[in-house]
């Protein structure tokens, strides 16, 4: 089914996406009530269901976003063969390159994109601003484009910061070293990297599309074909195991284009939103709520 839809790479990864939405379901429903209970005995008892529900998501949705953001740092800085993408005349390598520890960081995220899909369907009724957010980031977690799960560091503060609230921390010294973190990683990850990044996806993809190219003039075609992954010490197997054919559709690169300018002009608003949103936690001057003077309050 999966080389009938064009995708290659799942059947080595399948196993592991299974896995990794075993463990969420895992962790949703039997490590954070547990857990919960034991260190917030009190915060977690008092919980109402829809309050309980979404905090067991925000647990889930911690674990992934750390795990993806040590994967990608480790690919980044020391993952050599990817370090070889880079160039003008590499774009072939970026569209369509293929290695195995870029694959399984795909699989951590995808399998965490089918569970909190799940979630938002059962639950739409809670989580239907988090049902949109997640299908249009998904839209950018496609193929290598692994650098856009960098978006996801800011997503461990989000989280710490939606705790905070739930624990009576509100515009406590904690939340406001959080908010921090969480303004500075999601400006540098998401406005600044993620526009770059965004900026270099347009153009391999703009050029795959105007090439029109049906088979990959990147290769040995012969020798891709017959290299026995993973078997070879040639780190070039894993790169060009996928790429003996390649034909990226009209409409695809033009979702994917689209998807980049649109979730890039959203995480500019957000960052707004965000700002506006921590500041409501706290005084003045950094805040913007007043702090009620004596008479007021006697009042």
Partial sequence: MAENLGLHALPLHA??????????IFIAQVISPLASARL????????????????????????????VNILSFYI?????????????????????????????????ALGYFLWNFYMCLRHLHIFWVEYA?????????????FLFLLHELSTPFLNIHWFCDKLGLTGTT?????????????????????????????????????????ESQLVDHKMARESDFPGSDDPSHQTTLYTT??????????????????LGLLNFY????????????????????RTPRTKDKVN
């Avoid at 915060?43 to 949705?61: E, L, M, P, Q």
Wanted: hydrophobic fraction near 40%; aromatic fraction near 14%; charge should be positive.
């Fill in 15 to 24: 196993h592991e996406v299974c896995l990794v939405v075993g463990l969420y």
């Fill in 40 to 67: 917030f005995p009190h915060a977690y008892a008092n919980f109402d269901s829809r309050t309980r529900i979404g905090w067991n998501v925000h647990v889930v949705s911690f674990v992934p976003s750390c795990i």
């Fill in 76 to 108: 980044i800085l020391f993952d050599e063969e990817r370090k070889t993408w880079a160039g003008a005349g590499n774009w072939e390598k970026r569209v369509g390159g293929y290695t195995g520890l870029i694959g399984f960081t795909q699989s951590v």
């Fill in 133 to 145: 957010r997640t299908r249009w980031r998904y839209l950018r977690h496609v193929r290598t484009r």
């Fill in 174 to 214: 904690y939340q406001a070293i959080n908010g921090a973190f969480l303004v500075v990683t999601f400006f540098c990850c998401r406005l600044v990297w993620g526009t770059y990044g965004s900026v270099n996806v347009f153009n391999d993809v703009l050029r795959a599309i105007t090439t029109g190219y049906n």
């Fill in 245 to 262: 054919e390649r034909h990226l559709p009209c409409w695809l690169g033009a979702v994917h284009l689209a998807s980049n300018v649109v």
């Fill in 270 to 289: 957000l960052f707004l939103k965000m700002i506006q949103t921590i500041r409501k936690r706290f005084d003045r001057p950094l805040g913007t709520t």
